[in-house]
């Protein structure tokens, strides 16, 4: 039916409905409907006798298009009509009438939308589809179309009704149907006399119809496709094509324009083609991305090329739908027009290759050929068999194919990136068995050392075995050198297990073999695996059947890499991977050397050197090109020149990257090319980079058209990647002082082809020649030494690198040297620098910076050096470092950057910093912290890190800026340095650190919970090395630093539901983590004249927890310490309780400690009730205090669970206010739980002693200060233990001084009370303490420990005491004691006066001789008095003074008198020690001693006090032997380092190491029954001329069983 009214109204066929007045205007030929009263009424077209002259047909689709006009005289011409204002619109029914009594009759209605009708008065068309199934043909004897639902008053006109089969303009043409897949996408050429949507249809025919709309452009009419009313981002034009035309290989072009209107904002899209696949499932391809575009843009034109494949293998005509990006409900939707939509079909696939190579010209008919991947994967290889070969006049040879291939990039398209063709067949083939288990034949070298193999040109198909070890196509297993092996030319295909796998093998060449369809690894070379030539080898299309479930046990084959290389020392030149399905190459080079069966034979091989590695291609990687990792050969050459070189690299069509570079330490990668890559180079966590002599480009083109296919084929495969050539650091993740230190340098390099973002990479974030990664350390700032020279980048934004997006990552001061002024925009500078856009890294060069594209600025005619200040985070938020340039006068302030994750990593002790840093060309410079309002201030610490020297000539360097702090009133400020210590004044919990970097849970402020009710501080711990710490200002400590503090906290600790932790136990030592104890954490350079590098030195077990300790109380940690000094920073913490044990802190501060000299030792007599200020020494001790049980009822000290002779109870001292050269007298009474004997030295019997140890630098001293002299305890079993102590001036303000009470059995209970030490001032007047000895034994000592005893006795005047040396075994042994050395200056006289007494063992009085004055072991000789001088300048000086009382009879009964007088000469007041020594009487009589004393007879002015005495060790030396055993004896041979590559064992006991020139390791090992030395571990090192230090780590602590090294004196 085709109605145009041009000759007139059949009106046996058209009527009104009932009322509706129909009329016919001529002139216009149109049909015009009034009187419209009811919804009903309309026109109504009667065509039952068309159906009869016509019949319908069964199940097709008819279209029917009308062209209409709705007038409404209540509106106005052109007003939107009430169908759109109601959503109320008229609507086009279809009737059938049945005969009489017959069912099916229906009314079917299609309403008019919204979306397609005209405004009032203007025409539209108005195009539906309909159909008839067999029921509506059947016993059907009348039909109607009519129209209704038009609004009372309303008139409606008629232009057109076409009710029609679609025709021919609706299908592609008979002849051409794969020309042209898309049928009318330009409008032009519809059904319905050019109005009617068909073919194209509506996803939502309730919103929406495709329209055809009209304008007139320049004089021309032009039809378009019109959507509106859209709800959902597909909501777009829709139609079918035909699938039999998708031929894989096959290339169509897609183009389209589009516009919208309705929305300000902008939109993209893209061109889906969906439907079932025969293999793939139902897939959605994407083949075209159209870039970003506005409603003021008008028509936009969008084309590509994509390449038919396995995703367009369509069951079925497919469905083609354009899908919107950045709309949703929030946005609304556009209306979008669309215009000359096509698919085109552009070419076919590849009917063959044309090959350059002559040796081509050799393959023989029916060959197999393979040609590696076109695009991103190593899956889109492709087969071929060879159908002819013939050679162009050229030279060419051409390779016809028996079957088409899908187009390929040759060299003529892409030079030196196009595809590989390899022949595969050979004419010695072994084939596995197919038993469909992929478990096929292997071939394996097995154990022949010595034994040259030849293996080439065989075919090896279906070999290997899955997931099997030693089960590979080809393997060479551990033959050692095998000289002149050759495995070449040979062909592995569809290898069910990798190609060729190198295990201990040396020395074989491996040359031109080709391996595709591969499982696993293709090319494996394990750890001891070397010097093999690895030459023009082909690895292709690697598959991902073996996963981390079935690998084999230790392998990593998953991966399945062209190139697994995990030994160092083969050689790979002129190599391809194309298809790894991760990587193409990849270096991983482990920490430990394993042998045969994983088995360890040797240490790391990171340092080692790399082989040969050059002219390697890679390509086609689901990952990387070249993984290249943990490359650290320079720590043991330290050589610039003896480091890794990757020489000629080319990696393209990479999904990730092209080279992934990582823990590369000073790599040189010199020559190559990267393409079509997602980053060309990415360098993450490297150090000391250079790369040069590179062309890097982004996606091209030609790359682009080819794989626009689908999603997961292109660049950019995840909207988080950024599409970059260098993808480099910004920060030094290397911080070690042996490592480079520099970040980057790049020289000859050409970067273009990455500002297409618009065009190509509309699913990346960000595209850029040069990016910086988001992993950022703890710097939170820009801190890679990098140098650019000669380096082009071309970029059409003006773009080298994105400063807006990296300062997002950490990075706002990004400096890069220009050394020869290549990136300068202007092309004017001879060198410069290119910097953030921000003032303080531009504000002291005035003109020289100008602002360039991606938030940078380039400065020309600078070289910048930098510094950082790391400081606090908290207090600091608004504090500035300024700078001033002391020559300009200019300044500028620069904020401090912080990286802000969580509060567990802001209120992290090791990354929680703020950061201040500074780059500047050389000159002369103030820095100084300033506040908001301009005040200096201090930030807690500044930790001052110098950047290596740049590359370029003139940066600021150390020396060159001076830094102003403010004025410290350290009374005051540092009269307490812990911060919000106080619960009662607590309301946060900063500046409380933690260093846990696990968890989210930290420091929580607890209101009410403080021991006090204050408010407490808890924090929530996992492992025993994490605490709860604080920074210490720096001000103070460099102010207060080398006094003596005093830490006091109180802790509580519970457990994970908060009850009170049960598996504390302060008895333990520090190194069992059993309980808390406090450590500072002292931060050094290890060079301070380069300030580049920091190391942290910990000081553990500075304050413990007191006992008595209860779990359900308070407990106070407490301690005293010397303040460190000179350190960039100190921060304490309070660690080491068991695992998952809780804190919660209240009440902690940090106070000075003042030296008494009438009081060195603190709760002596326990009169706190617990053991403030004492702890153990060394071992599990457990140490109580008991109430009641010392002496006179008093309280006593107890250590048990001793597991060592010299493990006590322990004090350290603050004897700062002792000089060298004063005594210390120290007393205590002690006692054991089992009877010792006090004068012996035997292990098992012998009693305490009273030690003092002191550490001052690297000098420790061991003195035996006291001892038990008498054998006369007190009544209650306490005996008395006291010395003298000359003080060394080694001693003096040691940093350490500790007593503590040795020696006795280990199995014993050792008990104290009472215990001293004082100052005994200086009194020349009367040099003899204790003279009359009331107080019995006190200062007076042996002189020989087991060579006989003492004991005290009544007084010579039958009252008092008096001593008895007793038991004698020599004529030696005797009294002594220690007097004042300063007293004995030349020409001082001195008297001597005493009594004595001779007894024999019945203590019967026998006589001695006056008038026999020499010494004899047996003789008469009576008493005499000797002034012993030890360490004396001429050697020790002995002077004994008979007595010289003028009358010389001896009193056996009684006490006798002596006197004698004598003036000091020079080599006496030489001595550094001096002692009154008693003795040198008949072995067989006991001497007995009373009122001894030495008085001044003139008054002389003193010398200067003597220079220090050495080093002493246990106890000064005696004119005989002793049997003393020593703690830590003299060493006087020293033990080197043994040469490169060999060691030493040392020897048991103390050993003295020489520090290393190089480096030198101590090693634990054990050693089996068979001598072999397994399970090594290190323990600690020296390198460089460093002392000797533990190797970092719980472990190697562990090992040393809480030793420390000792550092001598040279």
């Known amino acids: 039916v085709v109605h145009d009214f041009e000759d007139g109204v059949d009106f046996s066929v058209w009527s009104g409905g009932e009322g509706g007045i129909l009329t016919y205007d001529e002139a216009s030929g149109t049909l015009t409907e009034t009187n419209l009263e009811r919804d009903w009424q309309g026109f109504r077209l009667d065509f039952t006798k068309f159906t009869m002259d016509c019949p319908?047909?069964?199940?097709?689709?008819?279209?029917?298009?009308?062209?209409?006009?709705?007038?409404?005289?209540?509106?106005?011409?052109?007003?939107?009509?009430?169908?759109?204002?109601?959503?109320?619109?008229?609507?086009?029914?279809?009737?059938?009438?049945?005969?009489?009594?017959?069912?099916?009759?229906?009314?079917?209605?299609?309403?008019?939308?919204?979306?397609?009708?005209?405004?009032?008065?203007?025409?539209?068309?108005f195009a539906t589809e309909w159909t008839w199934d067999q029921s509506d043909l059947v016993n059907t004897v009348g039909q109607v179309f009519y129209l209704e639902n038009f609004a009372p008053g309303q008139i409606i006109h008629m232009d057109e009704f076409q009710f029609e089969l679609p025709s021919p303009k609706s299908y592609a043409p008979v002849l051409d149907p794969c020309n042209e897949l898309v049928v009318n996408g330009d409008a032009e050429n519809a059904d319905g006399r050019g109005w009617h949507h068909y073919p194209m249809w509506s996803g939502r025919t309730y919103n929406f119809i495709p329209t055809i709309l009209e304008e007139t452009v320049d004089g021309a009419v032009n039809k378009y496709w019109h959507i509106e009313n859209r709800i959902w981002i597909g909501d777009s034009l829709r139609f079918h094509v035909n699938h039999q035309c998708f031929m894989l290989g096959s290339t169509y072009t897609i183009s389209l324009r589009a516009r919208f209107a309705g929305k300000t904002h902008p939109v993209t899209y893209w061109f889906e083609i969906k439907g079932d696949t025969a293999t793939e499932g139902y897939k959605y391809n994407k083949p075209l991305y159209c870039p970003q575009q506005s409603a003021a843009d008008g028509w936009v034109t969008c084309s590509g090329d994509f390449v038919v494949d396995e995703n367009y293998e369509f069951t079925s005509s497919p469905e083609i739908i354009l899908v919107t990006q950045d709309e949703d409900g929030s946005t609304g939707y556009v209306d979008w027009d669309f215009d000359d939509v096509s698919i085109k079909f552009k070419s076919?696939?590849?009917?063959?290759?044309?090959?350059?190579?002559?040796?081509?010209?050799?393959?023989?008919?029916?060959?197999?050929?393979?040609?590696?991947?076109?695009?991103?994967?190593?899956?889109?290889?492709?087969?071929?068999?060879?159908?002819?070969?013939?050679?162009?006049?050229?030279?060419?040879?051409?390779?016809?194919?028996?079957?088409?291939?899908?187009?390929?990039?040759?060299?003529?398209?892409?030079?030196?990136?196009?595809?590989?063709?390899?022949?595969?067949?050979?004419?010695?083939?072994?084939?596995?068995?197919?038993?469909?288990?992929?478990?096929?034949?292997?071939?394996?070298?097995?154990?022949?050392?010595?034994?040259a193999q030849v293996i080439e040109g065989v075919e090896f198909f279906n070999m290997g075995q899955t997931s099997r070890k030693n089960r590979f196509a080809i393997q060479l297993l551990y033959n050692g050198n095998v000289e002149g092996t050759s495995i070449s030319r040979n062909s592995i295909r569809q290898s069910n297990m990798r190609c060729i796998s190198v295990d201990g093998t040396a020395n074989a060449t491996i040359a031109s073999n080709v391996g595709a369809g591969i499982t696993g690894h293709c090319f494996y070379f394990d750890r001891v695996s070397a010097d093999n030539m690895v030459i023009d080898n082909l690895a292709s299309n690697l598959n991902n059947r073996i996963n981390s479930g079935n690998r084999i046990d230790g392998y990593d084959d998953h991966y399945a890499d062209g190139f697994a290389i995990w030994s160092p020392f083969n050689h790979f030149i002129g190599n391809v991977a194309a298809g790894g399905h991760a990587r193409g190459f990849r270096y991983y080079l482990d920490s430990k050397t394993l042998g045969e069966d994983l088995i360890r034979v040797g240490g790391t091989l990171r340092v080692s050197p790399i082989g040969t590695f050059k002219d390697n291609k890679a390509h086609s990687n689901f990952r990387q090109g070249f993984h290249l990792g943990d490359l650290e050969q320079f720590f043991q050459f330290r050589d610039p020149e003896n480091v890794p070189v990757f020489e000629n690299l080319s990696a393209y069509r990479n999904r990730e990257q092209g080279i992934y570079a990582y823990n590369c330490v000073y790599c040189k990668f010199n020559g190559g090319f990267l393409s079509d890559n997602q980053k060309g180079i990415e360098i993450r966590r490297s150090d000391g980079i250079t790369l040069q002599d590179f062309v890097i480009q982004g996606q091209t083109e030609l790359f682009k058209n080819y794989v626009n296919d689908n999603n997961s084929h292109k660049l950019c495969g995840h909207s988080s990647w950024t599409f970059e050539g260098i993808h480099m650091m910004g920060t030094l993740w290397r911080l070690g002082d042996q490592d480079p230190g520099f970040g980057l340098r790049v020289k000859n390099v050409v970067l273009s082809g990455f500002d297409k973002e618009k065009e190509y990479y509309d699913s990346c974030p960000s595209t850029e020649p040069i990016g910086l990664s988001a992993d950022t350390h703890y710097g939170a700032h820009f801190d890679y030494k990098t140098s650019f020279e000669n380096v082009t980048v071309d970029d059409g934004r003006g773009i080298i690198l994105d400063g807006c997006r990296a300062s997002s990552y950490g990075y706002p001061d990004i400096v890069i040297n220009d050394i020869d002024g290549s990136l300068d925009p202007d092309m004017s500078a001879s060198s410069g620098a290119l910097v953030s856009d921000q003032t303080y890294m531009t504000g002291l060069f005035g003109d020289n910076c100008k602002s360039t594209a991606g938030c940078m600025s380039y400065c020309a005619g600078v070289c910048l050096g930098m510094f950082t200040l790391f400081t606090e985070r908290f207090g600091t938020e608004n504090y500035k470092l300024k700078v001033t340039d002391t020559a300009s006068g200019l300044s500028i302030d620069i904020p401090g950057n912080v990286r802000t994750y969580n509060e567990r990593w802001n209120t992290y002790a090791y990354d929680g910093q703020r950061t201040f840093a500074a780059s500047l060309p050389a000159g002369n410079y103030t820095a100084e912290f300033v506040d908001e309002f301009g005040n200096s201030v201090w930030p807690t610490y500044a930790e001052e890190q110098w950047a290596q020297a740049a590359d370029c000539s003139g940066g600021v360097s150390i020396g060159d800026v001076t830094f102003i702090k403010p004025a410290l009133d350290a009374a005051t400020e540092c009269a307490d340095m812990i911060r919000n210590g106080d619960s009662a004044n607590r309301t946060e919990v900063t500046p409380w650190l933690h260093t846990k970097w696990y968890g989210e849970i930290v420091n929580e402020l607890k209101p009410g919970e403080g021991i006090d009710g204050g408010n407490a501080i808890a924090m929530d711990r996992t492992y025993h090395w994490t605490g709860i710490a604080q920074n210490l200002n720096s001000m103070c400590t460099d102010a207060v630093g080398g006094q003596f503090y005093e830490f006091n906290a109180w802790m509580q600790m519970t457990d994970a539901d908060g009850n009170p932790?049960?598996?504390?136990?302060?008895?333990?030592?520090?190194?069992?983590?059993?309980?808390?104890?406090?450590?500072?954490?002292?931060?050094?350079?290890?060079?301070?004249?380069?300030?580049?590098?920091?190391?942290?030195?910990?000081?553990?077990?500075?304050?413990?927890?007191?006992?008595?300790?209860?779990?359900?109380?308070?407990?106070?940690?407490?301690?005293?310490?010397?303040?460190?000094?000179?350190?960039?920073?100190?921060?304490?913490?309070?660690?080491?309780?068991?695992?998952?044990?809780?804190?919660?802190?209240?009440?902690?501060?940090?106070?000075?400690?003042?030296?008494?000299?009438?009081?060195?030792?603190?709760?002596?007599?326990?009169?706190?009730?617990?053991?403030?200020?004492?702890?153990?020494?060394?071992?599990?001790?457990?140490?109580?205090?008991?109430?009641?049980?010392?002496?006179?009822?008093?309280?006593?000290?107890?250590?048990?669970?001793?597991?060592?002779?010299?493990?006590?109870?322990?004090?350290?001292?603050?004897?700062?206010?002792?000089?060298?050269?004063?005594?210390?007298?120290?007393?205590?009474?002690?006692?054991?739980?089992?009877?010792?004997?006090?004068?012996?030295?035997?292990?098992?019997?012998?009693?305490?002693?009273?030690?003092?140890?002191?550490?001052?630098?690297?000098?420790?001293?061991?003195?035996?200060?006291?001892?038990?002299?008498?054998?006369?305890?007190?009544?209650?079993?306490?005996?008395?233990?006291?010395?003298?102590?000359?003080?060394?001036?080694?001693?003096?303000?040691?940093?350490?001084?500790?007593?503590?009470?040795?020696?006795?059995?280990?199995?014993?209970?050792?008990?104290?009370?009472?215990?001293?030490?004082?100052?005994?001032?200086?009194?020349?007047?009367?040099?003899?303490?204790?003279?009359?000895?009331?107080?019995?034994?006190?200062?007076?000592t042996y002189t020989d420990k087991d060579r006989s005893k003492v004991k005290v006795i009544t007084g010579s005047g039958g009252s008092g005491h008096a001593l008895r040396v007793y038991d004698r075994d020599h004529s030696w042994r005797g009294l002594r004691q220690v007097l004042d050395p300063r007293c004995f200056v030349v020409g001082e006289e001195f008297t001597i006066s005493a009594k004595f007494r001779l007894t024999d063992e019945s203590l019967a009085g026998v006589t001695c001789d006056p008038n026999y004055q020499y010494n004899a072991y047996s003789g008469a000789q009576c008493p005499s008095v000797v002034i012993y001088g030890k360490k004396c300048a001429s050697g020790d000086i002995y002077q004994q003074f008979w007595n010289a009382i003028s009358d010389k009879t001896w009193d056996a009964e009684g006490w006798n008198n002596y006197e004698a007088s004598f003036a000091v000469n020079s080599e006496l007041a030489a001595c550094k020690s001096v002692e009154v020594y008693i003795h040198q009487v008949n072995v067989n009589w006991n001497i007995e001693v009373d009122d001894v004393q030495i008085s001044e007879l003139t008054t002389l002015s003193p010398t200067l006090t003597p220079t220090g005495v050495p080093t002493e060790f246990v106890e000064e030396a005696?004119?005989?032997?002793?049997?003393?055993?020593?703690?830590?004896?003299?060493?006087?041979?020293?033990?080197?380092?043994?040469?490169?590559?060999?060691?030493?064992?040392?020897?048991?006991?103390?050993?003295?190491?020489?520090?290393?020139?190089?480096?030198?390791?101590?090693?634990?090992?054990?050693?089996?029954?068979?001598?072999?030395?397994?399970?090594?571990?290190?323990?600690?090192?020296?390198?460089?001329?460093?002392?000797?230090?533990?190797?970092?780590?719980?472990?190697?602590?562990?090992?040393?069983?809480?030793?420390?090294?000792?550092?001598?004196d040279q």
């Open 56 to 125: 319908i047909t069964q199940d097709a689709t008819y279209l029917v298009t009308i062209r209409l006009k709705i007038e409404d005289p209540t509106l106005a011409d052109g007003d939107i009509s009430l169908c759109e204002s109601t959503n109320n619109c008229p609507r086009l029914g279809r009737s059938i009438i049945k005969e009489a009594g017959q069912s099916g009759a229906s009314n079917d209605k299609i309403n008019l939308l919204p979306s397609s009708i005209g405004r009032n008065n203007e025409w539209f068309t």
């Open 348 to 451: 076919g696939p590849a009917a063959g290759l044309e090959v350059d190579k002559s040796d081509a010209a050799r393959w023989g008919v029916n060959s197999d050929v393979h040609i590696t991947s076109n695009t991103l994967h190593g899956e889109d290889a492709q087969d071929g068999r060879v159908k002819g070969v013939s050679q162009k006049d050229n030279g060419n040879v051409v390779i016809e194919l028996e079957n088409p291939i899908t187009p390929v990039f040759s060299e003529q398209e892409t030079p030196g990136y196009g595809v590989e063709i390899a022949v595969t067949s050979r004419n010695i083939k072994i084939i596995g068995e197919d038993d469909g288990t992929y478990n096929g034949g292997y071939l394996q070298v097995f154990h022949t050392p010595g034994v």
């Open 1061 to 1340: 932790a049960t598996n504390v136990d302060p008895n333990k030592e520090w190194w069992r983590n059993m309980s808390p104890i406090l450590t500072i954490n002292d931060r050094q350079y290890r060079d301070a004249s380069t300030k580049e590098y920091l190391y942290t030195a910990e000081h553990r077990d500075l304050a413990a927890v007191v006992r008595p300790y209860s779990t359900n109380e308070w407990a106070r940690v407490h301690g005293i310490f010397k303040m460190m000094s000179g350190s960039s920073r100190v921060w304490i913490e309070l660690e080491r309780a068991p695992d998952n044990v809780k804190f919660i802190l209240d009440s902690a501060s940090l106070t000075p400690l003042t030296c008494s000299r009438d009081n060195l030792v603190r709760n002596g007599n326990l009169e706190t009730n617990d053991s403030l200020y004492w702890d153990t020494y060394g071992g599990d001790l457990v140490l109580e205090v008991l109430h009641g049980a010392g002496p006179n009822g008093g309280h006593a000290l107890r250590s048990s669970s001793r597991n060592w002779y010299d493990r006590t109870q322990s004090q350290a001292l603050n004897i700062d206010c002792v000089n060298a050269g004063d005594r210390i007298a120290f007393s205590a009474k002690i006692k054991t739980s089992t009877s010792c004997n006090i004068y012996s030295w035997d292990v098992n019997q012998r009693c305490n002693d009273l030690q003092l140890f002191t550490k001052k630098g690297n000098v420790h001293e061991y003195h035996r200060a006291g001892y038990i002299t008498a054998d006369t305890p007190d009544v209650d079993g306490w005996h008395h233990v006291h010395g003298i102590h000359v003080h060394s001036e080694n001693g003096e303000k040691p940093d350490l001084a500790r007593i503590y009470f040795p020696d006795a059995n280990h199995n014993w209970d050792v008990y104290t009370a009472d215990v001293k030490a004082y100052v005994l001032e200086q009194n020349c007047q009367a040099l003899v303490m204790n003279p009359d000895m009331e107080e019995k034994d006190l200062y007076w």
């Open 1518 to 1608: 005696t004119v005989s032997p002793t049997k003393a055993p020593t703690a830590m004896p003299t060493l006087s041979t020293v033990m080197a380092c043994p040469p490169n590559g060999e060691n030493i064992e040392l020897p048991a006991g103390p050993v003295m190491l020489e520090r290393s020139s190089t480096l030198c390791i101590i090693t634990k090992a054990d050693v089996d029954s068979n001598g072999t030395k397994t399970e090594i571990a290190p323990v600690a090192r020296s390198s460089n001329g460093g002392d000797w230090e533990k190797h970092a780590g719980e472990f190697a602590e562990a090992l040393l069983y809480g030793k420390n090294f000792g550092d001598y």
